[in-house]
């Protein structure tokens, strides 16, 4: 577990909303009727959310799609997206709902060793008020040798970052998606392209 560090101190910058975290647009309205109807705890509407993205919403590379979805609400609607879109809609389906959300990031090897290069991978920081603390998931979505879970106590992430390969935890939780991720999903047409050879390497 590493020391994660707050951009703002104040709760409502994780509150927002913006054209990426788009939680007023129909699409995402409709879902949260529905995907919190039978939930009554904070810890159960968090965890439904973080299922619901990580098991619903395809990743765009495992499936091999060249569609590329950047807003929240994109991403609902096709039902896929890279980590940086699944991101914003994991941020939007909780801050809809008044839970304070925000974004994390890891420097990672592309593939299985540092030969393949690097890139930035996006999760989130959600705020449970019930223990006042924060907590790290990421929604990248499961799949041989990627095992990401639901827990308070202990990160259960789909990435253990390995120092030994020069890989990184970023500890600021910051309030809006970064702008490298915003930028190179906007500069880019094929998704496939894009994440073989165009992903940001550092934040």
């Known amino acids: 577990m590493i020391d994660l560090i707050l951009e703002s101190s104040n709760l409502k910058d994780y509150l927002a909303e913006d ?8 699409v ?34 495992d499936i091999q799609s060249t569609r590329i979805t950047k807003r929240a609400s994109e991403a ?4 896929e997206g890279i980590c940086y879109a699944k991101s914003n809609l994991f941020a939007a389906l909780l801050r ?20 393949t290069g690097y890139c930035i991978h996006a999760l989130n920081a959600v705020y449970i008020s019930e223990i006042n603390k924060w907590i790290r998931l990421d929604t990248r979505g499961n799949k041989e040798g990627i095992n990401a879970q639901f ?3 202990t990160e259960q992430l789909a990435f253990p970052v390995r120092h030994y390969y020069d890989e990184k935890d970023y500890t600021m939780i910051y309030k809006e ?3 490298k991720t915003i930028e190179v999903l906007n500069s880019n047409e094929n998704c496939l392209e894009m994440y073989k050879y165009n992903l940001p390497t550092k934040i």
């Open 19 to 26: 054209h990426y975290v788009d939680f007023s647009h129909l």
């Open 151 to 153: 827990s308070i106590d």
């Open 76 to 79: 609902m609607m096709y039902k």
């Open 96 to 115: 809809s709902i008044n839970i304070p959300a925000g974004f994390c990031y890891q420097r990672l090897t592309i593939g299985n060793t540092p030969e």
């Open 177 to 179: 998606p970064n702008k």
């Open 28 to 61: 995402i309205r409709e879902k949260v009727k529905e995907l919190f109807r039978d939930c009554e705890s904070e810890v159960s509407k968090i965890k439904k959310a973080f299922e619901f993205v990580r098991d619903e919403i395809a990743h765009s590379w």
